[in-house]
């Protein structure tokens, strides 16, 4: 196994065409997914990679040659910059000033776009102007109304109207805005109760904790985890929260390449068998470490793999559900959900509340022996203060409605909506000619530029003809893999979703972005799989109004689909 | 083509006379040299065809390392938990329902609440809660996006342009969770290789930003500036030592306002001083002197009468004395914009929800229209100071004008454990009579210096003589009948 490598013939390593996936498939044969789960990656083209670099190197030689005029007193400076203290060290590395001066600052009106509405799936944009090329920005007090491809609004609960407005206003009145007080002195309320029991209700696990930072659930609670004398194997790509986390837990921290299951296995093999470097001892515990949808990739995580070998080496799965939680799976209860494992086999249940349920904050859920130890041992029970009520409450009833707890189909309805628009979304884009990362059913969709000033020509050009994206660079991303991301919503009607790509469409073939020479991948917003999930949702509902207590025995599509498939 | 390949590869071969002047040559060679030459190809060989071979990891076979992995047991998950651990069943005792206000209802009992850190009594403020409805309607709760991906809203803007015109500062960053804040500030400046001073007292929040910037430490002792200036001193001859590496090292030091551990204010003028003679920048957390200390609530420079200019950042949290949720940092432009895009908690979180951030706006508003509260918390603090400093047995730690209390016992044992236990009657006790009073919680393994145990009183501005009286009265009648 360790002598066979993936097929790589990339600038970047990506695997060529489309990655019908487990390619080491004897993990996996008899699992229905091999056939649904269609990742695609393409290799940067070699020309595109030189043009890139090139491009890069100029911005660099122009940013020297500048940087000289300036020192020089030629050329105007037009930012705040550090003021030369006599004897102090100066307080910036020098290439980081630098980046951010000549290169960064360039196409700075890309990002931190001021907005004045709901993140919805459409926004109010405060217009700004720059009088001087980006250094200083001006609002300029008009609006500009454009659809908004760029918030993470998977369900559509970023809602200034509707049910979960008035239960948060009413729990406003009830509870106040602040706690002012930690969990573990006096800041608990009732309705943090109610919340914990519902998340855990939700994921199907014994127990649940939340906190009011999603980025600082992971900061905070892996040191209470983990520590000295205990491995992190973490994916390449995981979320900074992540890396921060592991890094102030302690523990030793090994990455392993993006998805790449062979090479989680071989890890582990060898931290199990050589043991801790130098002293050889044994590793007290090993953690793995992945995420559930990869934000910058669009990439869904090989759970059932993962958890084979977790199984196999036992070793302890800390799942990040960051993006996933709500936005996948048939019932919206994120990737565990989507594969249809047994949320149990995941030792650590994280994710946030900032997406799919249009609140703040996050959660950990596990057995009741973990959440208990983290109760009384993790940073954010005892240093801070706990979740506003107002946020609570808006959780408690997001979640109620996706769980269709409210008595209406209306959280199925936004699960389907956006697993529909993904895939049409997907697809579309692919038939046009670009070049796609990512899983079909993920949500988040990066679209490869490449280029840099293509980064700002697409992210000005869309914006221009009403459309806002997120577009990512270096150092974010590798330097030859800038891209654009989409995030769709179940907010987003066909409608919007076809002026959308009418847009995308326009601007790449203005900057010719299409650079993908691959067949794009067979897969349908119409497939057998989404027809079981409706079928699925009606027979739940007839049972219920039959008032069966028993779970039907269709309660995962994948279960069905598996039994079509075989 | 391929004719001027060949052309050209001809002029590099020897012609056929050269060919033999080097055959010559090579017969002519010394012995010892050809011996050495056939021992340097043999070893270059060697190296790039057997390097393998002598790795360590070949000498287990396979059916080795399956046993291995199959003797290998890891230590569980976490550690076992006791189902009634005293702490969890007091998390389950102490559940409010409705408002953290002035007075809580645990239990179904209305309790004179000395335990939240609620000092200008925010938290359950009408106007704030009309101000955060207010924004509801428009903007939902949720910013669904990290400050950089149109999770910006022109509330933030608002926001931290009020706090920078409050602070008189150039620039504040706004950040989503009060604990991120200084945790985030630190890395985005000091690296690996840079050294700060700090305090020991410092809050739990300070001490992790301090790991994550894998900076050297150096500790002083709380609030000891000699003990500060003898570090400085160790510091300046070791870059005498080695000029080069002090040209690159950058020096900081990290101190609080008004120490939550404490419950003192620090040596402000002092420390100044040090910073300017020293070389230093001055980082200060002041998430319990904003809004307390100073005639508007500016916080310790406003204290001590010193230009905010003086200090190079000012990092406090909006979960205290604004009553809403979050942090800012402000400071010069040139400082504070750098978080922008190196401050992890800024860039790679979700922004504050809007709603909570027009909450803090109000309350900011609030607290400079009527600048009678902050007189009317001061007069209360030094009034429980002296109520408490009264009692025998305990003793009250820190400045008279700071809204915590720490109250210890006078005589403390060597049992940690037993004085928790003590100190915990005695809020067991006034919590039977109605005032709700903690234990200062601690990670007691993980604090770099675990303050003793006490129990921390926090007081609000809303208090009356009266009910000052009373916490008095029935701390006193506690401690009677627990000591």
């Known amino acids: 196994m360790a002598g066979k490598t993936k097929p790589k013939n990339g600038m970047n390593g990506k695997t060529n065409g489309i990655n019908h996936c487990y390619q080491n498939g004897q993990n996996l044969q008899n699992t229905p997914l091999k056939d ?69 600052r360039r196409i700075r009106d890309c990002w931190n776009r001021p907005i004045c509405s709901v993140a919805g799936a459409e926004m109010d944009m405060l217009e700004r102007v720059s009088p001087d090329n980006g250094w200083n920005f001006e609002l300029t007090g008009k609006k500009q109304h454009v659809l908004n491809f760029g918030s993470y609004n998977y369900l559509g609960f970023a809602e200034n109207k509707g049910p979960c407005a008035d239960a948060v206003e009413k729990s406003t009145m009830k509870y106040g805005v602040g706690c002012c007080g930690s969990r573990q002195e006096l800041g608990y309320l009732e309705i943090h109760k109610q919340l914990d029991e519902l998340v855990a209700k939700f994921l199907g696990v014994e127990a649940a904790a939340t906190f009011p930072m999603g980025f600082a659930t992971n900061s905070m609670n892996m040191p209470s985890i983990v520590g000295k004398g205990c491995l992190i194997l973490s994916d390449e790509l995981n979320h900074s929260s992540l890396v921060l986390g592991s890094r102030l837990s302690g523990a030793s921290i090994k990455t392993f390449r993006h998805n790449d299951m062979e090479d989680l296995e071989n890890k582990l093999k060898n931290a199990v068998v050589f043991g801790q470097p130098r002293t050889h001892r044994p590793w007290k515990k090993i953690l793995i470490v992945v995420e559930g949808v990869y934000s910058m990739e669009g990439s869904i995580v090989r759970l059932p793999e993962v958890v084979a070998l977790k199984k196999k080496y036992k070793a302890y799965v800390y799942l990040d559900e960051a993006h996933s939680v709500g936005a996948m799976g048939p019932h919206g209860r994120g990737i565990v959900d989507y594969f249809g494992i047994d949320p149990k086999d995941i030792d650590i249940m994280m994710g946030t509340f900032t997406k799919s349920f249009g609140a703040a904050g996050g959660y950990i859920g596990g057995s009741k022996a973990l959440i208990n130890h983290l109760k009384l041992q993790s940073h954010g029970s005892i240093y801070s203060c706990t979740m506003a009520p107002p946020v609570t409450q808006q959780i408690i009833s997001s979640m109620s409605i996706i769980m269709g707890a409210d008595g209406t ?23 046009m000619g670009f070049i796609i990362y990512g899983n079909k059913d993920s949500p988040v969709i990066p679209l490869l530029i490449f280029m840099p000033s293509k980064i700002a020509a697409l992210g000005r050009e869309c914006l221009k003809r009403g459309l806002g994206i997120v577009v990512v660079g270096f150092p974010a991303t590798p330097i030859i893999e800038s891209r654009a991301r989409f995030c769709l919503s179940a907010a987003h009607n066909k409608e919007m979703l076809d002026k959308a790509l009418g847009i995308i469409n326009e601007v790449g073939d203005m900057l010719s972005l299409k650079y993908s020479r691959t067949i794009p991948p067979s897969f349908s917003e119409k497939d057998v799989e989404l027809l079981l999930v409706v079928l699925n949702v009606m027979l739940m509902m007839y049972l219920k109004r039959m008032t069966v207590v028993t779970r039907p025995v269709l309660a995962s599509p994948h279960c069905v689909q598996a039994t079509l498939v075989l | 083509m391929m004719n001027i390949i060949m ?57 080795e390392k399956a046993e291995l992995i199959e003797e290998w047991q890891p230590d569980p998950l976490v550690p076992d938990v006791d189902e009634n651990h005293p702490l969890l069943q007091a998390m389950e005792k102490n559940i409010i329902s409705g408002k953290p206000d002035k007075y809580v209802m645990i239990n179904n009992k209305s309790s004179l609440n000395m335990a939240t850190l609620n000092f200008l009594g925010m938290a359950g403020n009408a106007e704030v809660e009309a101000a955060a409805i207010k924004t509801l309607k428009k903007y939902g709760v949720g910013s669904c996006g990290p400050r950089g991906f149109y999770g910006t809203m022109d509330v933030h803007l ?42 020991e007292g410092v809050c739990f929040s300070i001490q992790k930003g301090l790991v994550a910037s894998r900076s050297r430490i150096k500790w002083f002792k709380h609030n000891d500036m000699e003990d500060l200036e003898r570090l400085l001193l160790i510091q300046q001859d070791e870059d005498k030592k080695n000029p080069k590496k002090a040209k690159v090292t950058r020096r900081f030091v990290v101190v609080e306002g008004l120490y939550f551990n404490h419950g003192d204010i620090c040596p402000l003028p002092k420390i100044v001083e040090l ?35 003086e200090v190079d950042l000012i990092a406090a949290s909006l979960e205290n004395s604004i009553g809403s ?69 305990v003793e009250v730690m820190g400045d008279p004008l700071a809204p915590i209390k720490h109250v210890r016992l006078a005589e403390i044992s060597d049992n940690r454990e037993l004085d928790m236990q003590t100190l915990q009657r005695i809020a067991d006790h006034a919590m039977e009579n109605g005032i709700a009073i903690v234990l200062a919680r601690y990670l007691e393994k993980e604090e770099h210096k675990l303050p003793p145990p006490s129990i921390r009183i926090s007081v609000n501005c809303q208090l009356t003589e009266n009910e000052i009286n009373r916490v008095v009265d029935v701390f006193t009648n506690a401690c009677r009948s627990v000591l």
Request: charged letters at 20%; aromatic letters at 14%; a neutral charge.
């Open chain 2, 7 to 63: 052309a050209t590869n001809n002029s590099f071969l020897p012609k056929s006379s050269d060919m033999y002047e080097l055959i010559e040559s090579f017969l002519q060679a010394p012995t010892y040299h050809l011996i050495f030459e056939a021992l340097l190809i043999i070893w270059i060989f060697k190296l790039i065809f057997f390097s393998t071979e002598y790795r360590p990891e070949s000498v287990l076979t396979e059916k």
């Open chain 2, 275 to 309: 910073k300017w003679k020293y070389k230093l920048r001055l980082f200060m957390e002041e998430s319990f002197s904003l809004g307390v200390l100073g005639a508007n609530g500016r916080g310790v420079t406003e204290h001590y009468n010193i230009s905010v200019d």
């Open chain 2, 158 to 199: 608002e926001l931290e342009e009020k706090f920078a015109k409050f602070m008189y500062c150039e620039e504040a960053a706004l950040y989503s969770y009060g604990f991120a804040t200084i945790a985030s500030a630190i890395p985005a400046y000091s690296k690996r290789g840079d050294v700060i001073f700090v305090d």
């Open chain 1, 36 to 104: 649904t789960f269609i990742e695609t990656f393409e290799e940067t083209p070699l020309s595109t990679a030189i043009l890139t670099y090139l491009g890069y190197a100029v911005l660099v030689v122009i940013g020297h040659i500048r940087d000289f005029l300036r020192s020089l007193g030629i050329e105007k400076i037009k930012s705040c910059t550090e003021p030369k203290l006599q004897g102090y060290v100066s307080l910036y590395q020098s290439w980081e000033s630098f980046y951010t001066r000549n290169l960064y």
């Open chain 2, 325 to 393: 949720t979050g942090g800012f940092c402000c400071g010069r432009k040139y400082v504070i914009d750098h978080q922008r895009l190196s401050g992890l908690g800024y860039c790679f979180s979700a922004s504050l929800p809007p709603m909570l951030a027009t909450a803090a706006i109000e309350a900011l508003n609030i607290m400079q229209n009527d600048s009678s509260i902050l007189q009317r918390l001061r007069e209360n603090c030094r009034k429980m100071y002296d109520g408490l400093s009264m009692i025998s047995g």
């Open chain 1, 409 to 431: 189909n209306e959280g199925q309805k936004r699960v389907q909506q956006l697993k529909w628009n993904t895939r049409y979304f997907r697809r579309r884009l692919h038939d």
